[in-house]
């Protein structure tokens, strides 16, 4: 029996939409192993990652990324995907999960969307705001101007064009009002800068979706957990990968990557505002913090249905169950 026949047992009123399945977690809840151990034991998953930082090739130790081995025998879309030479934003995240999502279901398979970039999660779910594109003439004559001009001359240009919006970004934070005077000068005068219109592609109305949370009851387990992990990354060479990276592709704080948890602390530690003996407990503060900040988004999720970090099995049962997957594997 189809999987896509299947399906419509489930609900009669759902027939006509697909599944898609999300697994949210803050950080070092486990949500790699669940999502393998899901595919191994439904074969008709793939599974696409949804993190911000993990997309870039290189950050490695940084993103925790799973290993190559790992990746090879179960791989992850969306990994890997670009290099630290561009800038991989929400849209880019936004259109290539899309694709993915629709391809895969053209291959008669599920999508399983993992990881803990909740923004990215957010817009899938809910659609998102139709911007312009970068455009990289724009920001090269707006770079040119911060150079020149001093980047406070721009900050006053957008309070002038949008005050709410130079309200809410830093004078000094450059990639921020770089993007919000591109959307101020490049977004079609057709639509309010203040209220644009959503794109039609939201998977929540378009799709069936069925989310999933790893939450931890125990918040010293996921604690723990974190800072056993913090301690492995930091040995097996964070500093040194993020000198690499910074060298290699000639980085400037203000990139996505960089401002990221553990390389933001990395990067300190290269520009001599940390010592490199603090990056263990600087890190680990950040990402324990990450790790609230992942909660407090899940705590208010709509519709998810949320499991314990040693849950897993009951977790499965519950995703079997509503997806019907034993009829056909």
Same mark, same amino acid.
């Given at each position: ?7 419509? +047992?489930? +609900? !009669? ?22 999502? %393998? ?17 993990m ?7 940084? !993103? ?21 030479? $561009? ?6 995240f936004?259109?290539?999960?899309? $694709? ?21 999660? +957010? ?15 724009? #920001? ?7 150079? /020149?001009?001093?980047?406070?001359? /721009?900050?006053?240009?957008?309070? @002038? ?6 309200? =809410? %970004?830093?004078?000094?934070?450059t &990639? ?6 591109? %959307? ?13 219109? =959503?794109t039609?592609? &939201? ?5 069936? /979706? ?8 125990? #918040? ?5 957990? %974190?800072?056993?992990?913090? #301690? ?5 060479? /964070? ?12 980085l ?12 933001? *602390?990395?990067? *300190? ?13 600087? !890190?680990?503060?950040?990402? #324990? ?6 909660c ?13 970090l040693?849950?897993?099995?009951? @977790? ?7 997806? $019907? ?5």
């Open positions: 029996m189809k999987w896509t026949k299947t399906l419509s +047992n489930i +609900n !009669s009123l759902q027939t006509d939409k697909l599944p898609v399945i999300f697994l949210l977690g803050p950080t070092a809840s486990g949500k790699t192993d669940w999502a %393998i151990a899901w595919q191994k034991e439904f074969t008709d998953i793939e599974i696409i990652s949804v993190d911000s930082v997309v870039y090739k290189g950050c490695d130790i940084g !993103s925790a990324k799973p290993s190559p081995e790992i990746l090879a025998n179960h791989p992850h879309h969306l990994v890997d995907q670009t290099t630290l030479n $561009n800038i991989f934003s929400v849209a880019d936004y259109e290539l999960a899309h $694709n993915l999502i629709s391809d895969i279901h053209k291959r008669h398979k599920i999508p399983l969307l993992v990881g803990g970039s909740m923004m990215y999660f +957010n817009v899938l779910k809910n659609g998102i705001y139709s911007l312009p594109a970068a455009n990289k003439a724009f #920001r090269e004559m707006l770079e040119r101007r911060i150079r /020149l001009e001093g980047i406070e001359t /721009l900050h006053a240009e957008l309070y @002038a064009l949008n005050p709410e919006s130079a309200r =809410k %970004i830093k004078p000094q934070d &990639q921020r009002l770089i993007r919000a005077l591109e %959307i101020q000068h490049l977004l079609p005068n057709t639509i309010e800068t203040s209220v644009v219109a =959503k039609s592609l &939201q998977l929540n109305r378009d799709y069936h /979706l069925y989310e999933y949370g790893i939450f931890p009851q125990d #918040r010293s387990i996921l604690h723990a957990r %974190i800072e056993e992990r913090q #301690r492995s990354l930091v040995q097996a060479g /964070l500093l040194q990968e993020a000198k690499n990276l910074v060298e290699t592709y000639n400037v704080p203000d990139h996505p990557a960089m401002k990221a948890v553990n390389y933001r *602390q990395a990067l *300190q530690v290269l520009n001599g505002q940390i010592k490199e003996s603090d990056l263990f407990e600087k !890190s680990l503060f950040a990402t #324990r913090q990450l790790a609230k900040r992942q407090t988004w899940m705590r208010s999720w709509k519709n998810l249905k949320s499991f314990d040693v849950d897993r099995n009951k @977790a499965s049962k519950h995703l079997k169950k509503h997806l $019907n997957l034993h009829k056909i594997i």
